[in-house]
T-cell receptor
């Protein structure tokens, strides 16, 4: 099955700086890669996702890049703000015939004011 | 719409007891799933369903049963609770497949003594 590795497990950045979280996956058939944000005590919520037919996707201060050859994808948060503090999870699954979304182990992002 | 509703929010069991975690969604979603969240291990898929009458195993199915008799409901049964099942459980649903935005419930904190 799919295996998703996520790094780093914790990340602290100064407010206003950028944060980058990286994930690798093992199944070359995977073609859907979402990112979820989980604030303390809350449920995970989708913040951005990308499919394998594109290499990059942006939504305001958040971007995701995908390198299918290397089987890795990354989350980029620019101009970080205190409300970006949360745990972020990457995930991967195959679009066809596989309904099993596999999550990474999470990155705890702390924004230092 | 209430979205995805999970009950109970908290539960304490003794080893060997059985119980059912309830999950209901009012969005007419075909896909429903159960995850457990443990520190440092991310979200791991227990069971999932792609429609009424259809269920399948995820990554960590042992000790859990599910059924999907209606589109709205997807209960998770612990047959004989063990301390290793102490975790936070999330139910999640999406419109059609596991390869699109998941809507999570608020979670159930389960402790098995």
């Amino acid at each position: 099955g799919e295996n998703v590795e996520q790094h780093p497990s914790t990340l602290s950045v100064q407010e206003g700086d950028s944060a980058v979280i990286k994930c690798t996956y093992s199944d070359s058939a995977s073609n859907y890669f979402p990112w979820y944000k989980q604030e303390l005590g809350k449920r995970p919520q989708l913040i951005i996702d990308i499919r394998s037919n594109v290499g990059e996707k942006k939504d305001q201060r958040i971007a995701v890049t995908l390198n299918k050859t290397a089987k890795h994808f990354s989350l980029h948060i620019t101009e970080t703000q205190p409300e970006d503090s949360a745990v972020y999870f990457c995930a991967a699954t195959s679009f066809f015939g596989n309904e099993k979304l596999t999550f990474g182990t999470g990155t705890r992002l702390t924004i230092i004011p | 719409n209430a979205g995805v509703t999970q009950t109970p929010k908290f539960q304490v069991l003794k080893t060997g007891q059985s119980m059912t975690l309830q999950c209901a969604q009012d969005m007419n979603h075909e896909y429903m799933s159960w995850y457990r969240q443990d520190p440092g291990m991310g979200l791991r898929l227990i069971h999932y369903s792609v429609g009424a009458g259809i269920t399948d195993q995820g990554e960590v199915p042992n000790g859990y049963n599910v059924s999907r008799s209606t589109t709205e409901d997807f209960p998770l049964r612990l047959l004989s609770a063990a301390p290793s099942q102490t975790s936070v459980y999330f139910c999640a649903s999406s419109y059609l497949t596991g390869n699109e935005k998941l809507f999570f419930g608020s979670g159930t904190q389960l402790s098995v003594l």
